[in-house]
């Protein structure tokens, strides 16, 4: 028999569980190439033989013709053993290091959607329908390469017809992993609050009985619990808030499909295309008056806010509930208050009982938490605020330069945790993690490690943690480094957020020096103080503060973060001393904010220098002036409760309101932003009738103007063409698109965040980069 020249081509990027070996497969016999394809660590690894010009064109194929979920990052080719294929396969997937590459979970495709709404359809009505188009995958990924013997679909074995579509190339099932149907895969099951149990149809049917009388229904989706109720039924609403002692934190809402969330918001394009996307996420949409609609939706999804989280159906279960209901479902993370969502039955039974009123599971296991992805468009752009279902663990590419950098684990914060992998020119953000508030925190975050350590085979050079000494997550990274025997390197946490917009953006490691404006809640400082809203030189490698906002007091330290009137105090008290302050919120009429406080005890911890670190706080200032126009509440039960409300009232101006003045000085060489003149005129403005919602747009325009003001001199000082917009407090959309339209209108460029979340979420990206240039420059 002839032989025939053979390749190896080696493609990486993101390219298992996307059916890019079924693509591949279609490519060679349409070129009459043979050969073989397979997973390969953390790569697909082809074997073709043919004549040259096939070979190429195979090759330029992969490229510009890939699967809509797959994203190739390189082809390698090199000379293979002359080989006598007959045909082209696929084959079992081989050993191999793996560093990236796994696919996020995927919403329901249109062609199984349609599927399972078909009388005729082998899977109609199967809440467990997919293709290689959709469905999940990290979700129930247990190891790699990517094959159904790694996942928790193994124990399912597929019955004849299903084997018929895995194994048929013209099927869009054709080794689709998680593929099931009515007669091999998962089957639902509903137990109720009395213990009762039912399975298959019947329990579906239960569940939307209890729904359609005002229950509470605990919901096993992709990566965890919801709990589900009826979003147009102030009642079931309320209730959920008492049990779930969750008085006012906003409540996400699935919407049937996007016809439906385009009655009850005000939707962009750009909305629209976010709501759709194969992620899924939530997408923060604002709402418009529904009262007209029946039935409107519930006031207390969102008190006091103008914005909605919504969602449209990502799982065939979500597309067949909201199909037989007649209204929208509020979609609450399962859990009990503080505690992170549950994703395993028997926790779920337990930890929900008092929450739930039954339970829709299913015998799928789930193999790791994954919380709903939230996005926003703001300046035109969808930015990711929390990393999660969908979009976790997609890798970040890095710069060429980083392709030798050291592998780096790094820790994040203690909101919203996050870890990040750095390995192969490769930065891995894990998905959200919860709250470091508790002592099982410091477990759940040690178990995700390991489990994305066995999956991507990392081996530690070093830990980054944030500068703060008092972090729980540091404490962790700390042991993590004695027990390991590994460098520690901690990292400045407004440093690290300018250094994950720099990596989010894929700037190397020469592109020089960038301006960071930094808006942030509390981050601890290079000189031992507390900073939160700065003015940066930066580079992956250092960092310099050039400005800052005025420092006040913080009185009662953890207790300002959750009472803004502190905050007001003591930001008036600094800006015109205890006398005149109090003279001045009088005349103001808003002398009933601090009345009734203890407001002698903590001017004596004030002066005494007791338990009231000075900050220089953009989320403190927020807190204060939302107490000053009566839109805080007395205590926040949610972080940025105060600041959302104060954006939410600023939103409600008509016409362009009037900046509220600040005044730049020089403080020990740093140019200080200070509010001073800023309280005087709000004051003044209150006192002569103005609405509080003109004053709420004109702080939110005058912090923008003079921090861009400050940021585009200092640009233009130095010689940078870019500034960094970054920290916490950048997702309040008014603030941010004020920032960006006047560093855009001095000429300049803006890198803001995209695929990392602006707050804290985000942090370890930046810490990871930073301590591996450390490294790097070490050596």
């Known amino acids: ?193 009395d213990g009762q149990d039912y399975v298959g149809n019947q329990a579906f049917e239960v569940a939307l009985a209890l729904l359609r009388c005002g229950g509470i229904l605990a919901l096993k989706g992709i990566g965890g619990y919801h709990l589900a109720c009826d979003a147009t039924r102030e009642d079931s609403v309320q209730l959920l808030r008492a049990r779930k002692h969750r008085p006012t934190k906003p409540l996400a809402v699935m919407m049937r499909d996007l016809a439906t969330a385009a009655r009850y918001c005000a939707l962009t394009q750009e909305e629209r295309q976010a709501l759709v996307d194969p992620s899924a996420p939530i997408v923060l949409v604002n709402r418009q008056d529904d009262s007209s609609l029946a039935p409107s939706l519930a006031p207390s999804l969102s008190p006091g806010l103008d914005r909605l989280g919504v969602l449209l159906p990502y799982t065939p279960l979500h597309h067949l509930l909201l199909d037989a209901l007649a209204f929208p479902l509020v979609m609450s993370s399962g859990n009990r208050s503080g505690a992170p969502q549950v994703f395993e039955d028997d926790v779920a039974l337990r930890d929900l009982a008092e929450i739930a009123d039954g339970w829709l599971m299913h015998d799928r296991p789930i193999a790791r938490r994954l919380d709903d992805s939230v996005v926003m468009v703001s300046a035109g752009a969808k930015r990711v605020l929390r990393r999660g279902r969908g979009l976790a663990p997609e890798p970040f590419l890095l710069a060429e330069d980083f392709l030798k950098a050291p592998p780096i684990l790094a820790l994040g914060a203690d909101l919203k945790s996050a870890f990040c992998l750095i390995q192969g020119g490769r930065a891995l953000l894990s998905h959200h993690l919860g709250d470091f508030n508790d002592p099982d925190s410091a477990a759940t975050m040690d178990a995700a490690i390991t489990d994305y350590s066995a999956l991507f085979t990392h081996r530690l050079a070093a830990i980054a943690i944030d500068l703060h000494p008092d972090y729980r997550s540091a404490d962790l990274g700390r042991r993590l480094a004695h027990d390991r025997s590994l460098p520690l390197i901690a990292v400045q946490h407004h440093h690290a957020h300018v250094a994950a917009v720099m990596a989010d953006h894929g700037l190397p490691r020469s592109a020089g020096p960038v301006i960071g404006i930094v808006l942030d809640g509390l981050g601890f400082g290079d000189d031992g103080t507390i900073w939160g809203a700065e003015i940066l030189l930066c580079d992956y490698a250092r960092s310099r503060r050039l400005a800052r906002l005025r420092p006040a007091p913080m009185p009662g330290s953890d207790r300002a973060s959750l009472e803004p009137w502190r905050n007001l105090l003591a930001s008036l008290d600094a800006a015109f001393g205890p006398q005149e302050s109090m003279s001045r919120l009088h005349a103001a009429g808003r002398g009933p904010v601090l009345a009734d406080r203890k407001i002698s005890a903590l001017r004596a911890m004030i002066k005494a ?64 932003i200070d509010p001073e003149p800023m309280w005087a005129a709000a004051l003044h403005r209150l006192g002569a009738g103005e609405a509080p919602l003109m004053i709420a747009a004109g702080f939110h325009a005058g912090l923008a103007a003079i921090f861009a003001q400050v940021a585009v001199d200092e640009a233009r000082r130095q010689g940078i063409g870019q500034i960094v917009l970054a920290g916490g407090v950048m997702q309040n959309a008014l603030l941010f698109e004020a920032l960006t339209a006047h560093v855009r209108a001095a000429g300049l460029g803006v890198l803001a965040p995209l695929r990392a979340p602006a707050n804290d979420g985000g942090l370890a990206l930046g810490q990871a980069v930073i301590a591996s240039i450390r490294l790097m420059e070490a050596d």
Request: net charge negative.
């Open 1 to 193: 028999m002839e032989t025939i020249e053979t390749e190896i081509l080696s493609v990486t990027g993101l390219v298992q569980g996307v059916g890019f070996r079924p693509f591949v497969w279609r490519l060679a016999q349409r070129l009459g190439l043979s050969g073989t394809v397979r997973n390969c660590g953390n790569a697909v690894e082809i074997v073709v033989c043919g004549p040259l010009d096939k070979r190429d064109a195979l090759a330029e194929a992969l490229r510009v013709e890939a699967p809509p979920r797959a994203r190739v990052e390189g082809v390698t080719r090199i000379q293979g053993s002359p080989s006598n294929y007959m045909d082209f396969s696929i084959a079992p997937s081989g050993p191999g290091e793996v560093t990236a590459g796994i696919v996020p979970d995927l919403a329901t495709c249109p062609a199984c959607c349609a599927e399972i709404f078909d009388p005729g359809a082998r899977r109609y009505h199967y809440a467990f329908t997919n293709c290689t188009d959709c469905g999940p995958r990290f979700s129930i990924l247990s190891g790699l390469p990517y094959d159904r013997a790694h996942t928790t679909m193994a124990s399912f074995s597929l019955c004849l017809a299903c084997r018929a579509d895995y194994e048929n190339p013209a099927d869009r099932r054709f080794h689709a992993e998680p593929i099931a149907c009515p007669d091999c895969g998962p089957r639902l099951h509903f137990v109720g609050g």
């Open 609 to 672: 220098g007791f338990n009231a670190p000075l900050a220089s706080s953009a989320g403190r200032l927020f807190d204060a002036m939302a107490a000053l126009l009566g839109v805080a509440p007395e205590i926040q039960t949610f972080e940025a409760e105060a600041a959302m409300t104060l954006e939410a009232l600023a939103r409600q101006a008509s016409g362009e309101a009037s900046n509220l003045p600040f005044l730049v000085t020089e403080v020990d060489g740093l140019k200080e």
